[in-house]
């Protein structure tokens, strides 16, 4: 072998491990949706999996580990390998809110995970059954004010929750919250009459809204929501001039997840977000605003909102569990 055969093995001996690479990931990624199936998560994670297939050339297989108002589904995958194969579609209820509403976090909130990209943000809904008798937002509270703790509300998540407690705090109301295991669940029980009110994402409470079995008597944010404009907001209908609650989505890896493989991941998430197939059923069905972001983007984000969530909860005199 001459010299110059010699010299370019090194060159060669790197081709496999650069193309290996080049390739990552060589397998299915796994995202995991720590609420149920049906909820707004769980339905943000399946679009958001099947957009980034095509950037990754691997599919993205969502995992429901609903429970503990999604600590079981954060918790997996603050203990999961840092290789950027098992994610979290996280939200504020498990990345901004809990250490705020839960005296014992089995992972470190602060530090056990690595922000990819933020995805969309989305006002609440507040519902009542069709045939309730309250036909807006100002005679439920006046109906609060009058039999104190005698109107119940369903909550499944934190930002369900610190909605609901939030409101009665700034209206001087005391209301009885009921606690369920997923929003489908607290659905079935407002349309069976069973609790009175439900404030939640606007993918579980506009399907039922449109078909007629619920009514919604305000929107959360500070503006109305294009998705539905004549529905006013909690600062117009209950007089609450600094009301606004907003539930947002962000994907995450664990914490000490490569850089390089953020960033792959950062790509795919950035791509399915612009892509016209789900903007269209994240905005125009679901009444979401899109948000892509860098990851730097994405931790000043979460750091911003687990602020305003703990001032908000603290407000709202919520005690921790």
Do not use: H
């Not at 950062?266 to 892509?292: D, I, K, P």
């Amino acid at each position: 072998m001459n010299r110059r055969a010699l010299l370019a093995l090194p060159a060669a001996a790197l081709l496999p491990a650069a193309a290996a690479a080049q390739t990552w990931p060589s397998g299915p990624v796994r995202a995991i949706v720590p609420f149920a199936p049906g909820s707004a998560t769980d339905t943000v994670g399946r679009l958001l999996g099947e957009g980034m297939r095509a950037s990754l050339g691997q599919p993205v297989v969502v995992e429901n580990r609903a429970g503990a108002n999604g600590l079981i589904g954060a918790e997996a995958v603050a203990r999961a390998a840092p290789d950027g194969m098992t994610l979290l579609v996280g939200t504020n209820s498990t990345n901004a809110a809990a250490r705020a509403l839960f005296r014992n976090v089995p992972f470190d909130m602060e530090n056990g995970f690595l922000p990819i990209s933020t995805i969309a943000t989305v006002p609440l809904l507040v519902a009542v059954k069709a045939d309730s008798p309250y036909r807006t937002l100002a005679e439920l509270i006046a109906a609060a004010r009058a039999r104190p703790e005698g109107i119940t509300y369903a909550t499944a998540s934190s930002s369900q929750q610190v909605a609901a407690a939030s409101l009665a705090a700034m209206a001087n109301v005391r209301m009885l919250a009921v606690p369920y295991r997923s929003s489908p669940l607290a659905v079935q029980d407002l349309l069976a009459g069973r609790v009175d009110l439900f404030i939640a994402d606007q993918a579980v409470i506009l399907p039922q809204a449109q078909a007629g079995t619920l009514r919604m008597l305000g929107v959360t944010s500070a503006e109305r929501s294009p998705s539905v404009p004549d529905v006013p907001t909690v600062r117009e209908a209950a007089n609450l001039p600094d009301y606004e609650v907003i539930a947002w989505f962000c994907l995450f890896a664990p914490a000490g997840t490569p850089a390089d493989r953020v960033a792959t991941l950062n790509r795919a998430v950035v791509a399915a977000v612009a892509s016209e197939e789900m903007r269209s059923r994240l905005v125009g069905a679901l009444g979401m605003t899109t948000r892509s972001s860098t990851p730097e983007q994405a931790a000043a984000f979460v750091q911003a909102a687990t602020t305003k969530w703990t001032n908000a909860i603290r407000q709202a005199g919520i005690e921790p569990q």
